[in-house]
Every structure is written in structure tokens, then in C-alpha cells.
RNA sequence: GCCCAGUUGGCGCAGUGGUAGCGCGUUCCCUUGACAUGGGAAAGGUCAUAGGUUCAAAUCCUAUACUGGGCACCA
């Protein structure tokens, strides 16, 4: 027997038991097929998943399980990146409570723990995945740095070498102090913050008065190596070739000219500084300046700083400041806003810095990126993200490939005196020394989909699963990796690595800030999947998973989820109450009813059903699971169940045997396809349900994905049908308001009597509907008066008297029909501006026309009506005769 | 500075030319054999502003304002 309320933990566990006991997402390659795929976006084995990730993997989930359903082979890879940076972060924290450093613990035995530490985080999240019901093939679970891709990432990084698209130099990199390392391009944000703009006075060499140069950045000033001035400025026209002395280190340096300067900007002097700033490195390249570094790779100043040597960046600039303005060379102190660069990884300030770093070519790996966009072989969806994508390729700079940390694929070059470097995995010999540097991280992700196939070995997997579908993923990681991942891909395998990726957006707090540790507002999604269950979590954020948007996630939202899962469960509950138990051989077959034989509410629900199947599955191939979610649920709770199990509750009471053959097989049908097609949204309570009602459909899949969406039968469109059904649904609301305001509870039945031009018809074919939805003990014709002490409501085409003797105010029953009469009026006028526009009538569709003439008749029928009764309310009681 | 998106009832969001919808919340009524994790009824929006196109605009166009994001930055 089925408990009153879902309770989703033992179904859930023993769901996930039964999946995982026919290994239903294990998928092997086979011949001629062409298997739907998805690479999972590794999570990085830094901890738990959050809740993001919740969402990013219901959305994977569903696509899989939605082409399962349409009966494609279905393949969805899992694994995890190892996350270079952030990974080691978290471990150099853990060591830091233990009071160890990493250095202290030595290369070998840091790496040692970060593999345990790995082993441990992967179980967790792979088990977290599987509590969300993600159908993955768990036997082929890849990790960034294991064997195979170790394999795969040597291999690119070879064919890049052969191709002369990695080369090794000193540039200017972004360099990130706390963590001790250099840093892509796009690891870096920028963030304003509030400093000071300091105007420094710098004397003339050969004595004399100099100039002043503007700067926020005091502290790199035993770096500069120039100062420069545009050549347009004549302020400081007779400057130019004369030399400066920088202070506290006496150090004479050229006054040259740049165009790179405004002279608006400051004093129109910019103090040159290579070795620390992007812009002075190109302009000491025009000019062959030197670069010094003031700044070391620790973020403490050189010898270069003289006295201030080991001090600081933070430090250096507080006493820097200090001694100038003590020694009255600080002219000026503003404020002033500036774009500072941060680390993606632990948000301390980037400091630009000169060093010898790996680098990979890129523009010659964008071009086949470009076409690949261009042409349709790849798409974003939603497609507005195309243009970023595009304008990101169009102006790329190289990427710096090595990173000064310990966690991650070693740079497979190695040196020995007097020799050329040697790329190789393993040592060339006695006397080579390796690399000390290690990949970004995301190069080893950059091959994800290629790697997990077992390229660059061409297996039977690659030749079978690559390339794939759908990448599911954020848009914070557009450039970082989906757009890298289509540059390798196509440069390794000549085909781009997913035809489509769909971009959701992020899952924010409740007032819609980014969720964070330090502000408390991250939502733990296990959390929430006890509390609430799997299915609600999943349908929650899908709910609410509108391509590209961010979600402002409410917990809210997972109760309201909750109730559906809940509503799905008793709609289930009732329909098998009502079921034999036993069921039929062969199960209760659309294709057995008898299309004539059908009364209203079955045409209507069918064909809607039939609609709403076709939407939910469109909304899943136009990757809107949202859509999806909402269009079930309209149908599942508004239609089928408020409208017809309510009817259906007479019919099954009845004694007509066929009837109630015919709505147990429309029921059972009906409420077998929805969960269907809710199955790829919420697998579990769906599941179960499947189990429970298969054999009554005559089915016996296993499970619900293995048997298939379910065909709606026959062809049941039906807009006629739906057009009566709603005509019903109005005149049922139009009574039940009128109860409602009379406060005449629905437990009290009534008798109600009919006029109007459409009353034969009514009392015909709605009367059993009206009586059991309104709740009418009787339902008649009015025979040609208004019965005594009744209410009135008027509904298309028809009007209902309820005699409602001791109940009934005159006066505020006639108000309250004065009310709607006014209301009904502006109606009409609204309508019959239209229709009186000879605009309208000369320029607009036929169609249109029709429909507003049509809507202009029933609005006016509705006044007539509605003045009648007014008219004899006014005239005491049922002394004059309507028409009927 | 350039580009993109958003601006719809108290809150969160749908809605790509034909008289504005959903969820949550609010008010009133109802513990009637699927479900109070429920049912019924109701209140609440001149769809950011100003123009324009059109017979007709939340929807298309143009400007403006605000919000968010991407990119590039003047030290």
C-alpha cells in the first residue's frame, strides 16, 4: 500500500541499487551504432560538490536520459580534473594547520599526500554523483592525471613542439605571489579597488629641478628604467634627452618620448618600468630600454631596491611614501580608482613579473576554431554567448603554459649542459634534468573529450564515441576551457569535439549574490536532497534553468518542487485505488478505446496530453529543460488532476461498465506517458511509479528508460474538443466564484437553473459535468422565470439561477451584478474599438477579423444577459419573465 | 571606453505582433475517501522611460536611465 506522502529516501536508495545492478549506464561501442555522448566537466578534487554542480549535472542527466528515451545508445563519460592550482591550495592549507610546509615535506611526499588526499575526494564526489541519479558509465571513469591522460597530454604537447607551436621565453606573465606561480591571461580578474595616484619628483642628473611622474605604484620605481613623455607635450619638450635620478638609489635614467602617453593623465611623465608592467615592457621594446626587476618572484623587493631590499610590495610602498614625503619629493598624493588584477585561484593581487615561462601559439589553433563556428560544425546555446566566444578567438594572445607548482603533469622537457632541450616522458639518460614546472591545468582539460576515448591510440572507443554531442556548462568557463577544447580537438582530429554546448547560468543566493564560504549563503545540495529528496532538488533547479540565466535559488523553490514530486505520487495513489488488482492481460490500451464512444473530458484531456508530450520532448531537443518542467507540470497538476480525475471520481463511482473501463484506460495511459516524460527530470519517484503501473499499460520493461517514451496512441488533436472543455471550465469557475462570494462552502449542494440562449445545449451535455465540478444537487431548465432568492451568475452563453432562499441580499446581489455588468461593458467596448476600426478591417488577416466578431458577439450576448437580470432585480422578485 | 544581456503584479521568473501568464507569497472559504506537501475563490501589473514602425507592440526599431556580465584599459 502507498503511503499517504512520498518518502523519497528508500525509493531512492533502492532505485539507485536497481540501476546500478543492471549497469544501465554502461555503454559499449558497437558497430554502426552512433551513440549520443557527453563529457562530463570534470569537477576538480578540491572537496564536495556544490550546488552548482548539482545543476550542471541534472542538466547533463537529462539530455542523456532524454535521447536514452528516444532510443539512442547513450554514453556519458565521468571523472575529475586534478585542478592544479586550487587543488594544491587546499592541500597547502591543510598543511599549514598541521604547521608543515610544503617545502619542508619535499616534491616527493607532498605529492604522495595530494594522491591520497585525491583518492579520497574522488569517491566523494563520484558517490555524489550517483545519489543525484546521474546515469553515468561509471566503468569509464577517467581522472586528468592518470596514466592514459598522462599519455594523451605528453603526446600534444610533443606534436605542439614538433609543430612549433610551444616555444620557451622571458616575458612579462601575471604572477601570482601567494601561490608562487605564473598565470594565464584569462586566470586573472580585475577588480576596482580605491588606492592613490603619487606624484614623485625626480631631479635632473646634472642638477636643477627635473620633473614629476605620476604613479600608483611607488614601490616598482627602482625597476624604471626610463621616463617617458609624449612627443606632442611641450611641458616637458626640454626634458627630453636630459637624464633623472630615481630617489633612494640614485640611479640616473633617460627622459625619452612615447606616444603611449597622456598627457592629460597625471603630470603627462610616466615613470618606465619593463620588468613590472605590461604597457613599459612594450614601450622599453621600442625603445630597447633595459628591464630591471625591482619585485622578486616572493613579492619582496631586490637588490635592485637598495635599502628597501626584502621589504614587502605593501610594506616597501608604506615606507617608500613616508621617506618621500619626508624628504619633500612627494608633490602630490590623490585618490585615485584603479583596475586592479587578481588570482582566480586565492584573490591576491597579481604582480606582473619577468620571467622564463612556457608558451603555446594560439592563433594558429583559433582559425580552425573560427571555421568550426562559423560554418555550424560547433554551437552555443543560447547564441548569444557566440559572439564573445568569437570576438575572444579574434584577439588572442599566447598562452602561458607553465606553472611553478608541484600538482600537475610535469613539462616533459628536459636539459642537460651543452645539450638542446629533449621532449620526452621519460628521462634521455644519466645526467638530463627535467623540467621543475608543471601544465596548467587546463591544458590536461583542453584534451578532456579526445583523452577519455584513449587518444591519441585509435580505439575502438574513440572511433565510436568521438566525436560528441553536448557539452553541458557554465559560461565563467567559456574561454578557460570550452573554447580550448575546441582548438585542440581540431587541431589534434581535424573535427570539433562537440557539435553544441549549452551554457547555464550560475546558481546565485536568494537576493541573487554569488554564493561564497565567507558570506555563508552557499546552499550544500546533499543537504537539500535530504530534506527534500533527489527528484525536488533536480526539479527545482531545472525548473528554473532557463538557457543562460543565472538562477537566484531559494529553498523555496525546492518545496514547491517537493509538493509536485509529492502530487505526482497521490495522483498515482488514486489512480490504482481504482484499478483492479489484477491487472488486465495485455494492459489497458489507448488503441482499444473507441473513438465515438468518448465523452468530452476524454477528447479534451487527450489531446492535450498529446500536446503536452510533444512540447516536453521539443523543449528537451532545444536543450530547454526549463520549458520542459513547466509545460509537465501546468499539465500534470492544473489539468489532469484539478480537472480530469475530478471528473473522472463520477464516472468511476458509476455503473456504466464501459465508461469506467474507458477513464481507467485513459488514467492509467495518460499518467504512464507524463511520468515518462517526466522521467528524464525526476528518475526516481517516476521509476518507481513505472514499477508499479508497467504491467497496467501492458508493459514490461525493466525500467523506465530502457521501455521508451511512450506514444500517445493515435492522432488526438482535437481543438474543438478543447474550445467545449473550456466553455465548461468557465461556467464551472462562474458558478464556484458565485458560491465563493456567497460563501456557500462546495461541501453544500445546490440546485441551479439555466437560461440563456445556450441552456438546452448545456443542461445536455455539461449537466453531469457542471453538477459534479460545482457541486449541484440538481441542475434545470429555468422555466421562463427567474426563480425566487437566487444568485445569478453569467457565463458564456448561459445563465445559472441558484436559489438560495434566506441567504440571498437583494440589494448586494443586485450590486454585485451592477459590478459585473460594468465590467462585462468595458469588455465589449474594448473589443468594439477594434472591430470598428475600418483599419483594422481593411488591413488585417481574415482570420483576425472572424475571431474579433466572434469575441464581440459573446461579449455582447454576455451584457444582454447581464442587463436582463438586472432589469428583473430591479423589478422585485421573478415579476418579469426572462427570454429564454 | 566598446560589446552583450536584463528591466513584466510583494519576491523569483515565462512569454519574439492580435484584449498579460506561472511559481512562491497575500486575503477569504473548505479537514468532502488521491494529496492540507491538498482543494476552491479572490486581490494584485498603464510589461523601466521617451519616441518611432504597424490596422495592432511586453513582443520590432531608435535613443535614455538603471542593473548584471564580457572585453579592453591612463601609469
Known sequence: MMEKNY?????????????????????????????????????????????????????????????????????????????GIATQNVMEKQLKTEKVDRHVLGREAFLARMQTWTRECKTTILGQLRRLGCMLDWEREAFTMDEERGHAVFFAFKT???????????????????????????????EERKGNLYHIHYRLESGGEGLVVATTRPETMFGDTAVAVNPKDERWRHMVGKKVVIPFIGRAVAVIEDGYVEFEFGTGALKVTPAHDQNDWEIGQRHGLAAIKAIGPDGKLTEAAGPYRGLSREKAREQIVADLEASSLLRKKEDHKSAVQTC????????????????????????????????????????????????????????????????????????????????????????????ADVLDTWFSSALWPLAVFGWPEKTKDFACFYP???????????????????????????????????????????????????????????????????????????????????I????????????????????????????????????????????????????????????????????????????????????????????????????????????????????????????????????????????????????????????????????????????????????VTAIRSLRSQLNVPLGLKVSAFVAGPDSRMIIEKHGAYLAALAKLAELK???????????????????????????????????????????????????????KNADFIAKAPQTQIDEAHAQHAVARERVARLKETVALLSGGEGSIRPRV
Open 468 to 550: 560528441t554531442a553536448t557539452l553541458v556548462t557554465g559560461y565563467e568557463i567559456l574561454y578557460l576551457w570550452v573554447a580550448r577544447m575546441q582548438m585542440m580537438g581540431l587541431a589534434f582530429d581535424g573535427r570539433a569535439p562537440f557539435s553544441s554546448a549549452v551554457i547555464h547560468g550560475t546558481v546565485r543566493d536568494k537576493s541573487g549574490k554569488k554564493m561564497s564560504k565567507s558570506l555563508g549563503n552557499v546552499i550544500d545540495p546533499l543537504l537539500m536532497m535530504e530534506k527534500y529528496g533527489t527528484d525536488a532538488l533536480r526539479f527545482s533547479l531545472l525548473t528554473q534553468a532557463h538557457p543562460g540565466k543565472d
Open 344 to 435: 582566480y585561484r586565492c584573490g591576491s593581487v597579481i604582480e606582473p613579473l619577468l620571467s622564463l615561462q612556457w608558451f603555446v601559439k594560439q592563433s594558429d589553433l583559433a582559425k580552425p576554431a573560427l571555421r568550426a563556428l562559423d560554418d555550424g560544425r560547433f554551437k552555443i546555446y543560447p547564441d548569444n554567448w557566440e559572439k564573445p566566444y568569437r570576438d575572444w578567438l579574434l584577439s588572442i594572445k599566447d598562452w602561458c603554459v607553465s606553472r611553478q607548482i608541484w600538482w600537475g603533469h610535469r613539462i616533459p622537457v628536459w636539459y642537460k649542459d651543452g645539450e638542446q632541450p629533449v621532449v620526452s616522458q621519460e628521462s634521455p639518460g644519466s645526467g638530463w634534468r627535467q623540467d
Open 552 to 731: 537566484a535559488f531559494d529553498e523555496q523553490s525546492v518545496v514547491g518542487a517537493r509538493n509536485f514530486v509529492n502530487k505526482l505520487w497521490n495522483s498515482t495513489r488514486f489512480v490504482l485505488m481504482n484499478l483492479p488488482s489484477e491487472p488486465p492481460t495485455g494492459g489497458y490500451r489507448l488503441e482499444a478505446l473507441s473513438h465515438s464512444r468518448l465523452e468530452l473530458s476524454d477528447r479534451w484531456i487527450l489531446s492535450r496530453y498529446q500536446a503536452v508530450l510533444a512540447g516536453a520532448a521539443g523543449s528537451l531537443d532545444a536543450h530547454d529543460p526549463a520549458a520542459a518542467a513547466e509545460i509537465l507540470y501546468g499539465f500534470l497538476w492544473d489539468e489532469f488532476c484539478d480537472w480530469y480525475i475530478e471528473l473522472a471520481k463520477t464516472r468511476l463511482l458509476g455503473s456504466e461498465a464501459q465508461g469506467k473501463e474507458e477513464t481507467r484506460t485513459i488514467l492509467v495511459q495518460i499518467l504512464v506517458g507524463t511520468l515518462k516524460a517526466l522521467h528524464p527530470l525526476m528518475p526516481f519517484i517516476t521509476e518507481e511509479i513505472y514499477g508499479a503501473l508497467k504491467a497496467y499499460v501492458g508493459e514490461s520493461a525493466p525500467f523506465v528508460l530502457t521501455g521508451g517514451y511512450h506514444p500517445p496512441g493515435r492522432e488526438w488533436f482535437n481543438p474543438e474538443a478543447e474550445a467545449e472543455m473550456a466553455r465548461v471550465m468557465s461556467a
Open 781 to 835: 431548465a429555468s422555466l421562463g422565470a427567474r426563480p425566487p432568492h437566487s444568485a445569478t451568475a453569467v457565463s458564456e452563453g448561459v445563465t445559472f439561477f441558484i436559489p438560495l432562499e434566506g441567504v440571498i441580499d437583494f440589494d448586494k446581489e443586485r450590486q454585485r451584478l451592477v459590478k459585473d455588468l460594468s465590467k462585462a461593458e468595458s469588455d465589449v467596448a474594448k473589443i468594439e474599438m477594434k472591430v
Open 7 to 83: 518518502d523519497p529516501k528508500p525509493v531512492e536508495s533502492a532505485r539507485l541499487a536497481s540501476w546500478e545492478a543492471a549497469a544501465l549506464g554502461r555503454c559499449q561501442a558497437r558497430e554502426g551504432r552512433k551513440p549520443y555522448v557527453i563529457v562530463i566537466p570534470p569537477p576538480n578534487v578540491t572537496g564536495a560538490l556544490h550546488i552548482g554542480h548539482a545543476l550542471n549535472n541534472s542538466m547533463q542527466d537529462v539530455f542523456i536520459r532524454h535521447h536514452r528515451m528516444k532510443g539512442s545508445d547513450v554514453c556519458w563519460v565521468p571523472g575529475c580534473d586534478h585542478g
Open 160 to 190: 605542439l613542439w614538433e609543430r612549433g607551436l610551444i616555444y620557451r621565453g622571458e616575458r612579462l606573465v601575471n604572477w601570482c605571489v601567494r601561490c608562487g606561480t605564473a598565470l594565464s591571461d584569462i586566470e586573472v580578474e580585475r
